[in-house]
């Protein structure tokens, strides 16, 4: 698949659980997002790395920690979440972090913390 | 930091008719403002986007108009179709710099048949 992938596309945890959603773009892009998608809300930018280096955290609680072990891969790892946190995470890339740059999202993640 | 305000969250259309959405911005140095389109189910993808050195930029039945003054941009979409029904999302930054994109909250538009 070309474009930007998330997988698992459906998720539901526990709040005792431990996850991990994973992001990959295969369009040589340098700059990675996360996104919470929550009902009638904007979307919410949780994170931003630049060439695999963190550029922005936007006051995202601590049970979300992001990983990028390259600039192609993305991870959001979840431990500990609340049921507000259900929502559709979704991740974007760019060519770079300037913000004129088109961002292509991925499908999404529909996650549901029971 | 940016705050967008968008509206209407909800509209409905008939076939045929048009479609205007507004939204408002408060940072007066944004100078960059892409849309948003995300149908039901699918990721959002850009559709049209407008830099401050312009007033209105066009694309087919979809255009965008920019009044720095007032701080304000607006979506138009003309001779609506069914196949424009979808959440859009207007957005806002200083391009060259690297703050990110601010977005509205998103505007549900239905077209009906």
């Known amino acids: 698949e070309t474009g930007v992938t998330q997988t698992p596309r459906h998720l539901v945890m526990g709040m005792t659980n431990k996850k991990s959603l994973k992001c990959e773009q295969h369009?040589?892009?340098?700059?990675m997002y996360w996104y919470k998608q929550s009902a009638k809300k904007p979307l919410e930018l949780m994170f931003v790395?630049?060439?695999?280096?963190?550029?922005e955290n936007n006051s995202v609680p601590s049970r979300f920690s992001p990983e990028c072990p390259n600039s192609s891969h993305l991870f959001l790892h979840l431990h500990t979440l609340q049921p507000e946190d259900s929502a559709l995470y979704l991740c974007?890339?760019?060519?770079?972090?300037?913000?004129?740059?088109?961002?292509?999202f991925g499908p999404g993640t529909r996650l549901t913390v029971l | 930091g940016e705050n967008v305000e968008q509206h209407p969250s909800t509209l409905s259309v008939q076939e045929g008719d048009s479609a205007v959405i507004k939204c408002t911005y408060s940072?007066?140095?944004?100078?960059?403002f892409p849309w948003y389109k995300q149908e039901l189910g699918k990721r959002p993808q850009l559709i049209i986007d407008i830099r401050s050195n312009v007033g209105e930029k066009k694309d087919q039945r979809i255009a965008v108009t920019l009044n720095k003054t007032a701080k304000h941009f607006s979506l138009h979409i003309t001779e609506t179709q069914p196949e424009d029904s979808a959440v859009y999302f207007c957005?806002?930054?200083?391009?060259?710099?690297?703050?990110?994109?601010?977005f509205g909250s998103g505007t549900q538009l239905t077209v009906l048949p």
């Open positions: 940072d007066s140095a944004s100078n960059y």
């Open positions: 974007a890339s760019s060519q770079d972090i300037q913000g004129y740059n088109e961002q292509f």
């Open positions: 790395y630049s060439l695999e280096e963190r550029v």
């Open positions: 957005a806002a930054t200083l391009s060259g710099s690297a703050r990110q994109l601010t």
């Open positions: 369009l040589g892009h340098n700059a």
